[in-house]
């Protein structure tokens, strides 16, 4: 069988495999035709698995991987384990010993079941399983507690477990179950307190369950291609905004056709009003509560839309991102005022801790900032090879993506040899993240210019300086959009209370050179008088090379931050 090596034969070395073990690499990356080529040649080379420093490891885009070995179990100390884009059919039962793991994507394989040691995974935050031919879930997902996000969608499922609708998920934002054969929606959803953003378009609904209403922080919903007895419901789901559909579901229906509910009993009807009460009594109260803050500690953030707007800024999306780092949101930043005493170095330390934290080390998402002024518009996402991809990086001279990639690589071994230790800081800690990539993503400006490089790098040209008055901001991703989106609200909120803060201390203004970037250069401040320390966030479009829009950002249903001190103008 392909992707096994069998009759005790000693596998060829992999000079992948043993510079990673030299180094002592804490991520690595198998990817494309050339690694298929070996694995269909020789199978998945077994010394992989005493690689036991690995936190990530990826093996993707090889069809001839049908398997996947138990020694995997030895690598203890895995946070993500991706393992898409190949025709696995098993995943091993011990991937259950692997509990530091915290992201698992095994989309895009030929999976027909998961093994119920998955519930072992205490630690896992993220799980996608997409694009297989699953029929069902295993049991007792409800002991991840830490889930927060997972996507089913395209397979052969037919129900949620019970456990999903544990109350004890209570950090489970994101479902996406989208194009199976899902026939009912349990009540028990409201039990999911963090619920934002539930798909379950293109399954085999027939009713909507007036609780879902009662999940108090969805965002979005998307239930089209479902055929639903209540016909209002139905034509809803397909044309009106989350928020509407919501309402609708609160009320209980239109009266008739209110599908399964409408021969709900007196003493159902009765205790649906005391929970109406209670929810009103409690949304009151926290008004209350947000009304009490005083108004000198309040954060203001107002939203530019696209059709406000004397300059409307589009980026265009090319077709080649797609299998490299497919998503993107960007907006445009006003009113940020980085220059006075250590604004700057309070801005770097945030963007840094959420790299760290929300952006899990940027395997999960990269945020890039830029000088609006500097740039020239509309800007192009696209994927280059690494030889045509030329940029400017932060601090240095102009040179291609290769040689980039070799001076960082070489400058991480003398950090090394240096400080005598395994680990590495800066842009080197995020070169892994590239290995085995054919193509790499870039954002590319209108004269042709890249300006960034994600995860690596900003190009020196829109680097922001002390005089800088208006950001550009960019969040990439390859595990999906709302990630960028959720990336990109808590910058926003980072963003509001450090300009607060500043406003608040009148700090002394430093001229343009006293400060510089530290070791992850990122961006560079504002100037001017603060008047007020009000952000403006102005959208910006993201479009396909056709113009069609794809995604705009902020929608009506972001930033709606749980922040009792901060205020969204819209």
């Avoid at 961006?523 to 993201?542: C, D, F, H, K, N």
């Amino acid at each position: 069988m392909a992707g096994v090596r069998g009759n005790g034969e000693t596998a060829e070395k992999w000079a992948e495999i043993e510079k990673a073990a030299s180094e002592n690499r804490r991520e690595l990356v198998l990817q494309g035709p050339n690694i298929d080529k070996k694995i269909q040649t020789s199978g998945l080379n077994p010394s992989i698995y005493s690689l036991k420093l690995l936190n990530y490891l990826e093996i993707s885009q090889c069809p001839s991987l049908t398997e996947i070995h138990q020694e995997i179990e030895n690598l203890t100390h895995l946070q993500s384990l991706i393992l898409c884009r190949n025709k696995l059919s098993t995943i091993p039962k011990v991937v259950g010993c692997l509990k530091s793991l915290k992201v698992l994507d095994v989309s895009v394989n030929e999976l027909r079941a998961l093994p119920d040691e998955l519930s072992q995974l205490n630690e896992l935050n993220t799980l996608n399983v997409s694009c297989n031919h699953i029929e069902g879930l295993p049991d007792g997902l409800s002991r991840c507690t830490k889930l927060s996000t997972i996507n089913i969608s395209k397979n052969e499922i037919t129900r949620f477990p019970e456990d999903l609708y544990s109350a004890e998920l209570e950090l489970l934002s994101t479902i996406i179950a989208s194009e199976n054969s899902i026939e009912e929606l349990s009540g028990d959803i409201s039990n999911l307190s963090a619920l934002k953003n539930l798909d379950l378009s293109n399954n085999k609904l027939t009713d909507i369950p007036f609780d879902l209403a009662d999940c108090p922080k969805l965002k979005e919903i998307n239930f089209k291609g479902n055929k639903l007895k209540d016909k209002r419901l139905e034509k809803m789901v397909n044309g009106c905004q989350t928020k509407s559909i919501l309402d609708y579901l609160r009320a209980g229906g239109r009266g008739k056709g209110k599908g399964k509910s409408q021969n709900v009993s007196e003493k159902e009807e009765g205790s649906r009003e005391k929970d109406k009460k209670k929810r009103t009594d409690k949304r009151l109260k926290n008004k209350k509560d947000e009304d009490e803050v005083e108004e000198v500690s309040r954060m203001v953030v107002k939203v530019l839309h696209v059709s406000d707007s004397a300059t409307a800024f589009t980026l265009k999306v090319a077709p080649q991102v797609k299998d490299v780092r497919p998503y993107i949101v960007c907006c445009v930043v006003k009113g940020i005022n980085l220059k006075p005493g250590n604004a700057l170095k309070r801005f770097l330390t945030a963007q840094i801790k959420l790299h760290d934290e929300i952006c899990g080390k940027r395997t999960v998402a990269t945020i890039a900032t830029h000088d609006l002024q500097l740039l020239h518009w509309p800007l192009l996402y696209d994927a280059r090879p690494p030889k045509s991809l030329k940029i400017v990086p932060l601090g240095r001279k102009e040179m291609n993506a290769v040689d980039l990639i070799r001076q960082l690589h070489l400058e991480a071994e003398e950090q090394r040899k240096q400080k005598k230790r395994q680990n590495v800081s800066g842009l080197h800690k995020y070169l892994q993240l590239l290995d085995g990539k054919e193509n790499y993503p870039c954002v590319v400006d209108a004269q042709g210019h890249v300006i960034s490089f994600p995860p690596i790098t900003n190009s020196e040209k829109t680097k922001m300086r002390k005089s800088t008055a208006e950001l550009f901001v960019e969040v990439t991703s390859s595990t999906s959009l709302q990630t960028c989106k959720d990336v990109m609200d808590a910058l926003i909120v980072k963003m509001a209370e450090l300009n607060k803060f500043t406003f608040d201390n009148k700090e002394e203004v430093l001229s343009d050179g006293e400060s510089d970037l530290a070791s992850e250069k990122a961006a560079e401040p504002a100037a001017g008088e603060m008047t007020s320390s009000e952000l403006v966030v102005q959208q910006v479009r993201i479009v396909d090379m056709d113009g069609n829009l794809k995604v705009v950002y902020p929608s009506k249903t972001d930033l709606s931050s749980d922040v009792t001190n901060l205020t969204v103008i819209r």
